[in-house]
């Protein structure tokens, strides 16, 4: 007798249960409205007050907030940051019930490996990197990933069961094409270190793998799959560059990745809660316009009159508020949703346990995270799901419309049906589910815009307004927004020590 | 066309036996006592023929139809008979009289096969041969079966899958009736949509059988089982064997009554007798009690706080009158304090410290278990040692699963304290491993409380000796974001009975 798993009497139980419970939820942190005034450059009411600060900077995402934690870090103490929602975070923004703290978007930091001196830095801080050492316990528990596959869970994600001796082959040759990449030391993160003109940028992914004969179903499956998770696009869709970029960057020492109930909202929240005298939320900059030496920036309730200002919001935003900004010609952006999915009973499973991140071979979709597997506790009754899907297989401008034209209903039930493949007893478990839809989440790293002008020009300033949003970068990830975030707040104290 | 009908007295015949065979094995199985369980279900089987026989004589017309009906009932009933078996042991008080329902329904109804098909074939055969002819397959198809079903059928295809491929059988010779003996038969058509519909059931059944015995799996003890409950956190299975009490949670075997002091005796005192001055204890698991029981023996200890998930266990060891008497009432003792909590969480939001603590979790048999054998949760419980203190740890066996046991000391030692192996040889468990976790180094005790039945100061020394056979062997830490130790305990406990 070796492992049991108790598992017929539930599925038996369920037989029975044949009505579907009532799910509570509705979208919520809808920001397209505002986005859409900013856009249309609406009417907002003219500030009631003016204040003279040295720096200002705009966005309290991941960029604008490590731009601040630099400032602050060098002494600098005379600047503010403006977000415009109730609460900072951007894309690490994160909820909170009373079963478990949950992510909304970012979810994990890949393990910075020793070139990575900034996010060391920052985790050094927080008490997680110590003496050379992670903290056992935010590095993702085991079992990290487990991949729906053939009617059955497998560990791990990239799809061994059903592989061939040819696959299997293919994979260890794209493996070793990888650490050939690795070893050239021009995929890096932050990504600007190593960068250096490739032709790679002008092919897609999709073109790659076929010029290379990559033809094995597994894993071209597998290369999308993970051009979906980081840039919300198909691998036909992305550059060859960038799709190499997420596997021959990073080679870590260490099994994790970095990883919190709430996902990256713990570093937010660690950040908010250190800069929160700097921090002005609910605060909409609609107009930034320069004045001679000065920079003034206007929301509803202030002028702001700045010697430099640090644009840490999207880039495809400045048109429509700085004033003389350019278009952000060639800036994609993919648009995402993200579903909280509150369960009073975990579905009932067989080996292997259930992992940190769960995958659907084959779905549209990117999977669920499981908020509660970094917990310390052996058993868990209840838990929270963050449900991930990218859209990927329509243009950014088609996804966006469908997810404003489709009701949240609509949605619930395509990601019940989706995570029923898996699951079938689902409904039964899940009592609410929160659906939360991002028209602008991920810029999209698109054939030929790695290296193209319209990237590039952005990384100069606009007279002293300075840009960091991970954008820049072409995909937003962790470390490009702390990086450029860091870059941009170099750049602004120098001007304004200058001054 | 003769050896056809003579095949299919082989077939039933067969199928017959087989389904006594697995009413026997069931009963054995989950209530032990082969001899009563084989002798009393053959008794009532073979009875049960004979009222069938009996019973035969008030059947006239439309035999085939008859015969048809009976071998569908058969099929129905002997094939699902160990699933309704399992499921009645598991999840109803009344296996007993289920088991003997279904021993006497399926021998009645066999006892009417043989009796019917000799009165159908009468007009085709002389009487001396059908007879002759008749028996023989019939005794030959119960040496096929009781050969078949040892080699084969239990082994390959289980207990309930067996039931069901022979459920198939009878169907089959159900069909097959209709088409022989078609010209005998009124309705053909309704019998034989009968047939397809049970063959459908017994079909569908067939892939779904690992549900089946595992839903019912958890439930196999050999003993008599006294007290079974399953709680939001484990199944809680009691069983007793003349004086012999067993504890099971999830079906793995947590104490033997007959021996336990033999793992609680060392499990406890070569730590704690080792601190002269121990004023406070911490127990994580154990619930039942027994190493609360040897802690309770130093008159010393002023406090020992046992944390342990499961509410209905330490409820079932605090108030059970027989498991609070091998406890000896140790968790309703006013020293001790019991937390239902989990364990890894509960230290980690707790800040006192203690002068021993026992960390006697369940084996790491999955990931959600080999939390608490990872390095992050010796760090944790270091924290709360006092200095001087010593932990000790039910490390799993060091025979069965050496890498296992040698990854647990490499743990604990990573955790950044002293290590000190060491073993006991448990009847019911085998070899057993422990270790103490200590910051000063450690000496196995001169003095031991009174009355102990296993240790003595002089053998306690020896328990840290390891023969050749489990001495250590190179194996890496188990960590939270590695946990190289559920991979290691699987491989290697894989292949042990237990």
């Given at each position: 007798?070796?492992?049991?798993?108790?598992?017929?009497?539930?599925?038996?139980?369920?037989?029975?249960?044949?009505?579907?419970?009532?799910?509570?939820?509705?979208?919520?942190?809808?920001?397209?409205?505002?986005?859409?005034?900013?856009?249309?450059?609406?009417?907002?009411?003219?500030?009631?007050?003016?204040?003279?600060?040295?720096?200002?900077?705009?966005?309290?995402?991941?960029?604008?907030?490590?731009?601040?934690?630099?400032?602050?870090?060098?002494?600098?103490?005379?600047?503010?940051?403006?977000?415009?929602?109730?609460?900072?975070?951007?894309?690490?923004?994160?909820?909170?019930?009373?079963?478990?703290?949950?992510?909304?978007?970012?979810?994990?930091?890949?393990?910075?490996?020793?070139?990575?001196?900034?996010?060391?830095?920052?985790?050094?801080?927080?008490?997680?990197?110590?003496?050379?050492?992670?903290?056992?316990?935010?590095?993702?528990?085991?079992?990290?990933?487990?991949?729906?596959?053939?009617?059955?869970?497998?560990?791990?994600?990239?799809?061994?069961?059903?592989?061939?001796?040819?696959?299997?082959?293919?994979?260890?040759?794209?493996?070793?094409?990888?650490?050939?990449?690795?070893?050239?030391?021009?995929?890096?993160?932050?990504?600007?270190r190593g960068l250096n003109p490739s032709a790679l940028d002008q092919l897609s992914m999709a073109d790659w793998l076929s010029q290379r004969r990559?033809?094995?179903?597994?894993?071209?499956?597998?290369?999308?799959?993970?051009?979906?998770?980081?840039?919300?696009?198909?691998?036909?869709?992305?550059?060859?560059?960038?799709?190499?970029?997420?596997?021959?960057?990073?080679?870590?020492?260490?099994?994790?990745?970095?990883?919190?109930?709430?996902?990256?909202?713990?570093?937010?929240?660690?950040?908010?809660?250190?800069?929160?005298?700097?921090?002005?939320?609910?605060?909409?900059?609609?107009?930034?316009?320069?004045?001679?030496?000065?920079?003034?920036?206007?929301?509803?309730?202030?002028?702001?009159?700045?010697?430099?200002?640090?644009?840490?919001?999207?880039?495809?935003?400045?048109?429509?508020?700085?004033?003389?900004?350019?278009?952000?010609?060639?800036?994609?952006?993919?648009?995402?949703?993200?579903?909280?999915?509150?369960?009073?009973?975990?579905?009932?499973?067989?080996?292997?346990?259930?992992?940190?991140?769960?995958?659907?071979?084959?779905?549209?979709?990117?999977?669920?995270?499981?908020?509660?597997?970094?917990?310390?506790?052996?058993?868990?009754?209840?838990?929270?799901?963050?449900?991930?899907?990218?859209?990927?297989?329509?243009?950014?401008?088609?996804?966006?419309?469908?997810?404003?034209?489709?009701?949240?209903?609509?949605?619930?039930?395509?990601?019940?049906?989706?995570?029923?493949?898996?699951?079938?007893?689902?409904?039964?478990?899940?009592?609410?589910?929160?659906?939360?839809?991002?028209?602008?989440?991920?810029?999209?790293?698109?054939?030929g815009f790695i290296f193209s002008e319209e990237r590039t020009r952005w990384q100069k300033p606009l007279g002293n307004i300075f840009f960091a949003?991970?954008?820049?970068?072409?995909?937003?990830?962790?470390?490009e927004a702390q990086y450029r975030g860091v870059e941009a707040a170099k750049r602004a104290q120098r001007l304004v020590s200058q001054a | 066309m003769?050896?056809?009908?003579?095949?299919?007295?082989?077939?039933?015949?067969?199928?017959?036996?087989?389904?006594?065979?697995?009413?026997?094995?069931?009963?054995?199985?989950?209530?032990?006592?082969?001899?009563?369980?084989?002798?009393?279900?053959?008794?009532?089987?073979?009875?049960?023929?004979?009222?069938?026989?009996?019973?035969?004589?008030?059947?006239?017309?439309?035999?085939?139809?008859?015969?048809?009906?009976?071998?569908?009932?058969?099929?129905?009933?002997?094939?699902?008979?160990?699933?309704?078996?399992?499921?009645?042991?598991?999840?109803?008080?009344?296996?007993?009289?289920?088991?003997?329902?279904?021993?006497?329904?399926?021998?009645?109804?066999?006892?009417?096969?043989?009796?019917?098909?000799?009165?159908?074939?009468?007009?085709?055969?002389?009487?001396?041969?059908?007879?002759?002819?008749?028996?023989?397959?019939?005794?030959?198809?119960?040496?096929?079966?009781?050969?078949?079903?040892?080699?084969?059928?239990?082994?390959?295809?289980?207990?309930?899958?067996?039931?069901?491929?022979?459920?198939?059988?009878?169907?089959?010779?159900?069909?097959?009736?209709?088409?022989?003996?078609?010209?005998?038969?009124?309705?053909?058509?309704?019998?034989?949509?009968?047939?397809?519909?049970?063959?459908?059931?017994?079909?569908?059944?067939?892939?779904?059988?690992?549900?089946?015995?595992?839903?019912?799996?958890?439930?196999?003890?050999?003993?008599?089982?006294?007290?079974?409950?399953?709680?939001?956190?484990?199944?809680?299975?009691?069983?007793?064997?003349?004086?012999?009490?067993?504890?099971?949670?999830?079906?793995?075997?947590?104490?033997?009554?007959?021996?336990?002091?033999?793992?609680?005796?060392?499990?406890?005192?070569?730590?704690?007798?080792?601190?002269?001055?121990?004023?406070?204890?911490?127990?994580?698991?154990?619930?039942?009690?027994?190493?609360?029981?040897?802690?309770?023996?130093?008159?010393?200890?002023?406090?020992?706080?046992?944390?342990?998930?499961?509410?209905?266990?330490?409820?079932?060891?605090?108030?059970?009158?027989?498991?609070?008497?091998?406890?000896?009432?140790?968790?309703?003792?006013?020293?001790?304090?019991?937390?239902?909590?989990?364990?890894?969480?509960?230290?980690?939001?707790?800040?006192?410290?203690?002068?021993?603590?026992?960390?006697?979790?369940?084996?790491?048999?999955?990931?959600?278990?080999?939390?608490?054998?990872?390095?992050?949760?010796?760090?944790?419980?270091?924290?709360?040692?006092?200095?001087?203190?010593?932990?000790?740890?039910?490390?799993?066996?060091?025979?069965?699963?050496?890498?296992?046991?040698?990854?647990?000391?490499?743990?604990?030692?990573?955790?950044?304290?002293?290590?000190?192996?060491?073993?006991?040889?448990?009847?019911?468990?085998?070899?057993?491993?422990?270790?103490?976790?200590?910051?000063?180094?450690?000496?196995?005790?001169?003095?031991?409380?009174?009355?102990?039945?296993?240790?003595?100061?002089?053998?306690?020394?020896?328990?840290?000796?390891?023969?050749?056979?489990?001495?250590?062997?190179?194996?890496?830490?188990?960590?939270?974001?590695?946990?190289?130790?559920?991979?290691?305990?699987?491989?290697?406990?894989?292949?042990?009975?237990?």
């Amino acid at each position: 007798m070796t492992r049991r798993q108790f598992v017929a009497a539930p599925a038996l139980v369920g037989l029975w249960r044949k009505t579907d419970r009532p799910i509570t939820g509705g979208f919520v942190n809808d920001s397209s409205p505002l986005g859409h005034r900013l856009r249309d450059h609406s009417a907002f009411r003219p500030p009631a007050r003016q204040v003279r600060i040295p720096v200002v900077i705009v966005g309290g995402g991941m960029a604008g907030l490590n731009a601040a934690w630099h400032l602050d870090k060098r002494g600098f103490h005379d600047f503010v940051l403006l977000e415009m929602e109730q609460r900072a975070g951007g894309n690490s923004r994160w909820g909170e019930n009373e079963i478990s703290k949950f992510p909304w978007a970012a979810h994990y930091v890949p393990v910075p490996p020793k070139g990575e001196s900034l996010a060391r830095e920052l985790f050094e801080e927080f008490g997680v990197f110590r003496d050379g050492k992670w903290d056992e316990r935010v590095l993702c528990f085991d079992p990290q990933e487990r991949l729906f596959i053939n009617g059955h869970w497998q560990e791990g994600i990239e799809p061994d069961d059903g592989a061939s001796a040819g696959d299997r082959g293919q994979f260890r040759r794209f493996q070793q094409m990888i650490n050939d990449f690795r070893a050239t030391g021009q995929f890096t993160v932050p990504m600007d270190r190593g960068l250096n003109p490739s032709a790679l940028d002008q092919l897609s992914m999709a073109d790659w793998l076929s010029q290379r004969r990559f033809d094995s179903t597994p894993l071209r499956w597998y290369i999308n799959y993970t051009c979906r998770d980081d840039y919300g696009t198909l691998a036909k869709n992305t550059s060859a560059w960038a799709g190499i970029q997420y596997f021959a960057s990073r080679e870590s020492e260490e099994k994790g990745p970095l990883t919190w109930p709430e996902g990256n909202g713990w570093i937010a929240a660690r950040l908010i809660e250190k800069l929160k005298r700097y921090l002005r939320t609910g605060e909409v900059v609609y107009r930034v316009v320069h004045s001679g030496a000065k920079v003034r920036v206007l929301t509803e309730q202030t002028e702001y009159i700045a010697d430099a200002v640090i644009w840490a919001a999207p880039t495809f935003l400045a048109s429509y508020i700085i004033e003389g900004a350019p278009r952000a010609e060639g800036f994609q952006y993919s648009p995402w949703l993200t579903a909280n999915l509150t369960l009073d009973r975990i579905p009932s499973q067989n080996n292997p346990e259930p992992a940190w991140d769960n995958v659907v071979y084959d779905s549209p979709t990117l999977g669920y995270v499981n908020a509660t597997h970094m917990t310390l506790a052996t058993h868990i009754e209840k838990t929270v799901w963050t449900f991930y899907w990218s859209l990927a297989e329509y243009t950014p401008a088609d996804a966006r419309r469908l997810l404003l034209a489709k009701d949240w209903n609509y949605w619930k039930e395509a990601i019940l049906n989706d995570l029923a493949r898996a699951h079938p007893d689902i409904r039964q478990c899940v009592a609410h589910m929160d659906i939360m839809r991002i028209g602008h989440a991920m810029a999209r790293p698109a054939p030929g815009f790695i290296f193209s002008e319209e990237r590039t020009r952005w990384q100069k300033p606009l007279g002293n307004i300075f840009f960091a949003n991970s954008d820049l970068s072409g995909f937003s990830i962790f470390e490009e927004a702390q990086y450029r975030g860091v870059e941009a707040a170099k750049r602004a104290q120098r001007l304004v020590s200058q001054a | 066309m003769s050896i056809a009908l003579f095949l299919s007295v082989f077939l039933i015949a067969a199928c017959g036996l087989i389904y006594e065979l697995i009413a026997g094995t069931l009963a054995s199985y989950l209530l032990g006592d082969t001899v009563f369980q084989f002798s009393t279900i053959i008794g009532c089987y073979l009875f049960a023929m004979g009222i069938g026989s009996y019973l035969s004589r008030f059947l006239h017309r439309g035999l085939v139809a008859r015969f048809v009906s009976v071998e569908l009932m058969v099929g129905v009933i002997g094939g699902f008979s160990s699933s309704l078996l399992f499921l009645a042991f598991a999840y109803t008080e009344a296996f007993r009289f289920v088991l003997y329902a279904v021993v006497i329904l399926v021998g009645t109804l066999v006892g009417l096969e043989i009796p019917l098909l000799m009165r159908i074939l009468k007009e085709r055969f002389q009487f001396r041969e059908l007879v002759s002819q008749v028996l023989t397959f019939d005794y030959l198809g119960a040496l096929g079966a009781s050969l078949l079903f040892p080699i084969l059928l239990v082994p390959k295809l289980g207990l309930v899958r067996s039931a069901l491929v022979f459920g198939i059988f009878n169907v089959g010779v159900a069909l097959w009736s209709t088409y022989l003996f078609r010209e005998q038969i009124a309705r053909t058509r309704s019998l034989r949509a009968g047939c397809f519909v049970v063959l459908a059931l017994l079909g569908t059944a067939i892939t779904f059988a690992d549900d089946i015995s595992n839903a019912a799996d958890n439930s196999l003890y050999a003993d008599q089982v006294i007290f079974s409950r399953t709680t939001p956190y484990q199944r809680i299975v009691l069983t007793k064997w003349k004086d012999d009490l067993r504890l099971f949670l999830n079906s793995h075997l947590q104490f033997s009554s007959r021996d336990e002091y033999r793992y609680h005796e060392a499990l406890v005192h070569p730590g704690l007798a080792a601190l002269p001055g121990a004023r406070r204890v911490l127990v994580m698991g154990g619930g039942d009690g027994l190493a609360v029981r040897e802690i309770l023996k130093y008159p010393t200890v002023q406090s020992v706080t046992l944390v342990d998930l499961d509410p209905e266990m330490t409820h079932l060891f605090s108030t059970h009158p027989v498991m609070s008497a091998l406890n000896r009432h140790s968790l309703t003792n006013p020293r001790v304090h019991v937390i239902n909590a989990d364990a890894f969480r509960w230290l980690d939001t707790n800040t006192e410290q203690y002068d021993f603590i026992v960390a006697d979790f369940p084996d790491p048999t999955s990931y959600a278990l080999g939390k608490l054998f990872t390095t992050a949760f010796y760090r944790l419980a270091a924290k709360h040692l006092a200095s001087g203190g010593l932990i000790v740890v039910q490390s799993t066996s060091p025979l069965f699963a050496r890498k296992s046991y040698w990854c647990i000391v490499d743990s604990v030692k990573q955790a950044g304290l002293r290590v000190y192996p060491y073993h006991v040889y448990v009847p019911s468990f085998g070899e057993w491993g422990f270790v103490i976790g200590s910051f000063a180094p450690y000496e196995p005790p001169h003095q031991l409380p009174a009355g102990l039945r296993f240790l003595s100061t002089r053998n306690v020394a020896e328990l840290f000796v390891f023969p050749v056979d489990m001495q250590p062997v190179p194996a890496e830490p188990n960590r939270l974001n590695d946990q190289v130790l559920v991979r290691y305990y699987e491989e290697e406990w894989k292949d042990v009975a237990h």
